[in-house]
Protein backbone atom coordinates (compact mmCIF):
# COMPACT_ATOMS: atom_id res chain seq x y z
CA UNK A 1 0.00 0.00 0.00
CA UNK A 2 1.64 3.77 -1.07
CA UNK A 3 2.01 6.08 2.06
CA UNK A 4 -0.80 8.07 3.00
CA UNK A 5 0.42 11.58 1.71
CA UNK A 6 -3.11 13.81 2.04
CA UNK A 7 -5.74 13.52 4.50
CA UNK A 8 -8.87 16.00 4.38
CA UNK A 9 -11.52 15.58 7.23
CA UNK A 10 -14.20 18.33 8.30
CA UNK A 11 -13.98 19.49 11.33
CA UNK A 12 -16.59 21.17 14.30
CA UNK A 13 -15.58 24.87 15.11
CA UNK A 14 -14.54 23.50 18.97
CA UNK A 15 -11.98 20.55 17.11
CA UNK A 16 -10.58 23.60 14.98
CA UNK A 17 -9.54 25.55 17.51
CA UNK A 18 -8.51 22.48 20.19
CA UNK A 19 -5.94 21.40 17.14
CA UNK A 20 -4.26 24.82 16.89
CA UNK A 21 -3.86 24.86 20.91
CA UNK A 22 -2.43 21.05 20.39
CA UNK A 23 -0.14 22.40 17.45
CA UNK A 24 1.09 25.65 19.34
CA UNK A 25 1.63 23.37 22.57
CA UNK A 26 3.94 21.33 20.13
CA UNK A 27 5.77 24.02 19.13
CA UNK A 28 4.75 24.06 14.88
CA UNK A 29 5.63 27.00 12.81
CA UNK A 30 2.00 28.87 12.00
CA UNK A 31 1.56 30.80 9.03
CA UNK A 32 -1.72 33.08 7.04
CA UNK A 33 -2.63 31.68 4.24
CA UNK A 34 -5.60 32.22 1.96
CA UNK A 35 -9.23 30.90 2.84
CA UNK A 36 -7.66 29.31 6.08
CA UNK A 37 -8.38 29.94 9.52
CA UNK A 38 -4.35 29.17 9.95
CA UNK A 39 -2.13 26.95 8.59
CA UNK A 40 1.15 24.86 10.53
CA UNK A 41 4.11 22.94 9.85
CA UNK A 42 6.37 20.80 10.88
CA UNK A 43 8.97 18.82 9.44
CA UNK A 44 7.70 16.75 6.73
CA UNK A 45 4.14 17.80 6.98
CA UNK A 46 1.97 20.35 6.71
CA UNK A 47 -1.49 20.86 8.27
CA UNK A 48 -4.25 23.65 6.81
CA UNK A 49 -7.35 24.36 8.65
CA UNK A 50 -9.94 25.98 5.78
CA UNK A 51 -12.60 28.74 6.93
CA UNK A 52 -15.05 26.62 4.97
CA UNK A 53 -16.68 24.21 6.59
CA UNK A 54 -13.98 24.03 8.86
CA UNK A 55 -11.84 21.31 7.69
CA UNK A 56 -8.24 20.39 8.43
CA UNK A 57 -6.00 19.12 4.51
CA UNK A 58 -2.80 17.04 5.81
CA UNK A 59 0.18 17.16 3.33
CA UNK A 60 3.14 15.01 3.15
CA UNK A 61 5.23 12.28 3.91
CA UNK A 62 4.48 12.05 7.45
CA UNK A 63 0.37 12.46 7.19
CA UNK A 64 -0.25 8.80 8.06
CA UNK A 65 1.49 9.25 11.29
CA UNK A 66 0.34 12.68 12.02
CA UNK A 67 -3.44 11.54 11.54
CA UNK A 68 -3.26 8.46 13.88
CA UNK A 69 -1.05 9.55 16.31
CA UNK A 70 -2.11 13.55 17.24
CA UNK A 71 -5.11 14.54 15.20
CA UNK A 72 -7.46 10.70 15.52
CA UNK A 73 -6.36 10.65 19.27
CA UNK A 74 -6.25 14.03 20.86
CA UNK A 75 -8.71 16.04 18.46
CA UNK A 76 -11.09 13.94 16.96
CA UNK A 77 -11.49 11.54 19.71
CA UNK A 78 -11.83 8.56 17.43
CA UNK A 79 -9.64 6.17 15.57
CA UNK A 80 -10.83 5.75 11.78
CA UNK A 81 -7.86 6.05 9.83
CA UNK A 82 -7.20 1.98 8.88
CA UNK A 83 -10.60 1.26 10.38
CA UNK A 84 -12.84 2.21 7.57
CA UNK A 85 -14.53 -0.88 6.97
CA UNK A 86 -15.46 -0.95 11.32
CA UNK A 87 -17.01 2.28 10.84
CA UNK A 88 -18.34 2.33 7.35
CA UNK A 89 -19.29 -1.09 6.05
CA UNK A 90 -21.58 -0.21 3.58
CA UNK A 91 -18.58 1.22 1.37
CA UNK A 92 -16.77 -2.28 1.07
CA UNK A 93 -20.25 -4.25 -0.19
CA UNK A 94 -21.13 -4.89 -3.57
CA UNK A 95 -22.39 -1.83 -4.95
CA UNK A 96 -22.45 0.77 -8.34
CA UNK A 97 -20.76 4.29 -7.90
CA UNK A 98 -21.77 7.08 -10.19
CA UNK A 99 -20.41 10.07 -11.12
CA UNK A 100 -20.14 12.63 -13.78
CA UNK A 101 -17.72 15.22 -15.47
CA UNK A 102 -18.47 18.18 -17.45
CA UNK A 103 -21.63 19.26 -16.46
CA UNK A 104 -20.47 22.62 -15.35
CA UNK A 105 -18.13 23.29 -18.42
CA UNK A 106 -18.89 25.12 -21.56
CA UNK A 107 -17.09 23.51 -23.31
CA UNK A 108 -16.60 19.70 -23.94
CA UNK A 109 -18.71 16.83 -23.10
CA UNK A 110 -20.89 15.84 -20.51
CA UNK A 111 -19.04 11.97 -19.31
CA UNK A 112 -21.35 9.82 -16.71
CA UNK A 113 -19.25 6.76 -14.95
CA UNK A 114 -20.06 3.89 -12.89
CA UNK A 115 -18.34 1.64 -11.06
CA UNK A 116 -18.90 -1.85 -9.48
CA UNK A 117 -16.71 -2.79 -6.20
CA UNK A 118 -17.08 -5.69 -4.25
CA UNK A 119 -15.00 -6.04 -0.96
CA UNK A 120 -12.04 -6.78 -2.55
CA UNK A 121 -11.93 -3.58 -4.94
CA UNK A 122 -12.78 -1.18 -2.69
CA UNK A 123 -9.87 -2.23 -1.01
CA UNK A 124 -7.92 -1.96 -3.55
CA UNK A 125 -9.15 1.22 -4.86
CA UNK A 126 -8.57 2.68 -0.88
CA UNK A 127 -5.07 1.58 -1.81
CA UNK A 128 -4.48 3.50 -5.37
CA UNK A 129 -5.52 6.93 -3.66
CA UNK A 130 -8.62 6.70 -5.64
CA UNK A 131 -10.79 10.22 -4.09
CA UNK A 132 -12.44 12.77 -5.96
CA UNK A 133 -11.18 13.84 -9.07
CA UNK A 134 -12.47 17.53 -8.19
CA UNK A 135 -9.34 17.27 -5.28
CA UNK A 136 -6.98 15.96 -8.59
CA UNK A 137 -5.74 19.24 -9.87
CA UNK A 138 -3.84 17.70 -12.41
CA UNK A 139 -4.90 16.11 -15.28
CA UNK A 140 -1.63 14.21 -16.39
CA UNK A 141 -2.21 12.43 -12.59
CA UNK A 142 -5.94 11.86 -13.88
CA UNK A 143 -5.37 9.91 -16.47
CA UNK A 144 -2.65 7.87 -15.03
CA UNK A 145 -4.93 6.63 -12.29
CA UNK A 146 -7.95 5.89 -14.82
CA UNK A 147 -5.36 4.04 -16.29
CA UNK A 148 -4.56 2.05 -12.68
CA UNK A 149 -8.24 1.83 -11.83
CA UNK A 150 -9.38 -0.13 -15.31
CA UNK A 151 -6.83 -2.64 -13.96
CA UNK A 152 -7.88 -3.73 -10.71
CA UNK A 153 -8.76 -7.35 -11.09
CA UNK A 154 -12.81 -7.09 -10.37
CA UNK A 155 -13.25 -4.14 -10.96
CA UNK A 156 -16.59 -3.38 -13.79
CA UNK A 157 -16.88 -0.13 -15.01
CA UNK A 158 -18.93 1.59 -17.53
CA UNK A 159 -18.48 5.01 -19.23
CA UNK A 160 -21.35 7.34 -21.49
CA UNK A 161 -19.82 10.07 -22.76
CA UNK A 162 -22.44 12.72 -24.38
CA UNK A 163 -20.41 14.63 -26.63
CA UNK A 164 -21.84 18.62 -27.66
CA UNK A 165 -23.78 17.72 -30.45
CA UNK A 166 -25.57 14.70 -28.85
CA UNK A 167 -25.92 16.69 -25.35
CA UNK A 168 -27.32 19.74 -27.29
CA UNK A 169 -30.46 17.58 -29.22
CA UNK A 170 -30.66 15.99 -25.71
CA UNK A 171 -31.31 18.88 -23.26
CA UNK A 172 -33.57 20.00 -26.16
CA UNK A 173 -35.38 16.84 -25.80
CA UNK A 174 -35.66 16.78 -22.25
CA UNK A 175 -36.14 20.40 -20.98
CA UNK A 176 -33.77 20.57 -18.57
CA UNK A 177 -30.65 19.35 -17.02
CA UNK A 178 -31.79 16.87 -14.11
CA UNK A 179 -33.20 14.81 -16.77
CA UNK A 180 -30.72 14.97 -18.90
CA UNK A 181 -28.52 13.68 -15.96
CA UNK A 182 -30.65 11.21 -14.69
CA UNK A 183 -31.26 9.72 -18.28
CA UNK A 184 -27.46 9.02 -18.00
CA UNK A 185 -27.07 7.96 -14.98
CA UNK A 186 -29.73 5.20 -15.26
CA UNK A 187 -28.29 4.15 -18.55
CA UNK A 188 -24.80 3.41 -16.80
CA UNK A 189 -26.41 2.11 -14.10
CA UNK A 190 -28.81 -0.59 -16.41
CA UNK A 191 -25.30 -1.33 -18.39
CA UNK A 192 -23.78 -2.31 -15.14
CA UNK A 193 -26.52 -4.23 -14.25
CA UNK A 194 -26.02 -6.52 -17.30
CA UNK A 195 -22.91 -7.28 -16.07
CA UNK A 196 -23.13 -7.77 -12.44
CA UNK A 197 -27.12 -8.35 -12.16
CA UNK A 198 -27.14 -9.47 -8.53
CA UNK A 199 -25.39 -5.67 -7.42
CA UNK A 200 -27.65 -4.91 -4.99
CA UNK A 201 -27.70 -0.85 -4.56
CA UNK A 202 -26.29 2.00 -6.60
CA UNK A 203 -25.21 5.00 -5.33
CA UNK A 204 -24.38 8.24 -6.54
CA UNK A 205 -23.99 12.21 -5.83
CA UNK A 206 -28.00 14.38 -5.47
CA UNK A 207 -28.35 16.49 -7.89
CA UNK A 208 -32.10 16.31 -8.36
CA UNK A 209 -35.50 14.84 -6.82
CA UNK A 210 -34.31 11.22 -6.19
CA UNK A 211 -37.43 10.14 -7.92
CA UNK A 212 -36.07 12.04 -11.29
CA UNK A 213 -33.80 9.27 -11.47
CA UNK A 214 -36.05 6.39 -10.19
CA UNK A 215 -38.20 7.09 -12.87
CA UNK A 216 -35.62 7.13 -15.44
CA UNK A 217 -34.20 3.33 -14.54
CA UNK A 218 -35.91 0.25 -17.07
CA UNK A 219 -36.69 -2.70 -16.08
CA UNK A 220 -32.91 -4.14 -14.58
CA UNK A 221 -32.57 -0.99 -12.84
CA UNK A 222 -36.63 -0.73 -10.64
CA UNK A 223 -35.53 -3.44 -8.58
CA UNK A 224 -31.93 -1.96 -7.24
CA UNK A 225 -31.63 -0.34 -4.33
CA UNK A 226 -31.38 3.38 -5.08
CA UNK A 227 -28.90 5.92 -2.81
CA UNK A 228 -28.27 9.56 -3.62
CA UNK A 229 -26.51 11.78 -1.20
CA UNK A 230 -24.24 14.83 -0.81
CA UNK A 231 -20.77 14.08 -0.46
CA UNK A 232 -20.76 10.88 -2.25
CA UNK A 233 -17.48 10.69 -3.26
CA UNK A 234 -16.26 9.38 -0.12
CA UNK A 235 -17.40 5.93 -1.07
CA UNK A 236 -14.60 4.28 -3.00
CA UNK A 237 -17.02 3.38 -6.05
CA UNK A 238 -18.09 6.73 -6.67
CA UNK A 239 -14.66 8.49 -6.06
CA UNK A 240 -13.41 5.86 -8.81
CA UNK A 241 -16.16 6.88 -10.85
CA UNK A 242 -15.73 10.27 -10.89
CA UNK A 243 -11.90 9.98 -12.54
CA UNK A 244 -12.85 7.23 -15.33
CA UNK A 245 -15.66 10.30 -16.13
CA UNK A 246 -12.77 13.18 -15.67
CA UNK A 247 -10.38 11.36 -17.66
CA UNK A 248 -13.18 11.19 -20.43
CA UNK A 249 -13.68 14.91 -20.25
CA UNK A 250 -9.97 16.19 -20.23
CA UNK A 251 -9.61 13.44 -23.21
CA UNK A 252 -12.05 15.11 -25.96
CA UNK A 253 -11.49 18.74 -24.93
CA UNK A 254 -7.66 17.88 -25.52
CA UNK A 255 -7.63 16.36 -28.73
CA UNK A 256 -10.68 18.31 -29.42
CA UNK A 257 -9.02 21.43 -29.35
CA UNK A 258 -6.22 19.86 -31.54
CA UNK A 259 -8.86 19.21 -34.37
CA UNK A 260 -10.35 22.64 -34.13
CA UNK A 261 -7.20 24.40 -33.52
CA UNK A 262 -8.07 26.72 -31.15
CA UNK A 263 -8.26 25.76 -27.02
CA UNK A 264 -10.96 24.75 -25.45
CA UNK A 265 -10.75 25.50 -21.56
CA UNK A 266 -12.57 24.15 -18.87
CA UNK A 267 -14.86 26.27 -16.51
CA UNK A 268 -17.05 29.43 -18.19
CA UNK A 269 -14.26 32.05 -17.47
CA UNK A 270 -13.40 34.87 -19.67
CA UNK A 271 -10.72 32.95 -21.88
CA UNK A 272 -13.80 30.30 -22.21
CA UNK A 273 -15.83 33.26 -23.31
CA UNK A 274 -12.70 34.66 -26.17
CA UNK A 275 -12.42 31.36 -27.68
CA UNK A 276 -15.64 30.22 -27.65
CA UNK A 277 -16.16 33.79 -29.88
CA UNK A 278 -13.35 32.81 -31.88
CA UNK A 279 -14.82 29.59 -32.99
CA UNK A 280 -18.38 31.29 -33.39
CA UNK A 281 -16.71 33.89 -35.69
CA UNK A 282 -14.81 30.96 -37.59
CA UNK A 283 -17.43 28.23 -37.82
CA UNK A 284 -21.28 29.84 -36.69
CA UNK A 285 -23.69 28.86 -34.78
CA UNK A 286 -23.24 25.08 -36.40
CA UNK A 287 -19.57 25.09 -35.58
CA UNK A 288 -19.91 26.28 -31.93
CA UNK A 289 -22.83 23.65 -31.21
CA UNK A 290 -20.47 20.88 -32.07
CA UNK A 291 -18.21 21.81 -28.91
CA UNK A 292 -20.13 23.42 -26.67
CA UNK A 293 -23.35 23.32 -24.77
CA UNK A 294 -25.62 25.85 -26.33
CA UNK A 295 -27.97 26.12 -23.23
CA UNK A 296 -25.25 28.33 -21.20
CA UNK A 297 -26.34 31.90 -21.39
CA UNK A 298 -22.34 32.32 -22.58
CA UNK A 299 -23.56 30.65 -26.04
CA UNK A 300 -26.17 33.64 -26.33
CA UNK A 301 -23.40 36.31 -25.16
CA UNK A 302 -21.24 35.19 -27.58
CA UNK A 303 -23.46 35.31 -30.80
CA UNK A 304 -24.75 38.48 -29.45
CA UNK A 305 -28.28 37.62 -28.53
CA UNK A 306 -29.95 38.81 -25.38
CA UNK A 307 -29.66 37.19 -22.22
CA UNK A 308 -32.78 37.15 -19.95
Not at 169 to 182: H, I, S
Not at 196 to 216: E, G, Y
Request: aromatic letters at 8%; proline letters at 5%.
Amino acid sequence: MPALTSYTKPLTSDQATRLRAVLAEAGWTFETKPYCLYAASRGKVNVLVYEKGPKVLVQGKETEDFVTNILEPQVLGVAELGYEEVHHPEMFEPHIGVDESGKGDFFGPLVIAGVYVDRQVAHALRDLGAVDSKRISSDEKILKLAEVIRSVPGLRWQVVQINPARYNELYEKFGNLNRLLAWGHAKVIETLLEKVPSCPRAISDQFANPAVLQRALQTRGKSIELIQRTKAESDPAVAAASILAREGFVRWLDQTSGQVGIDLPKGVSTMVKANAKAVFERDGMEGLSQVAKMHFKTALEVMGQPVD
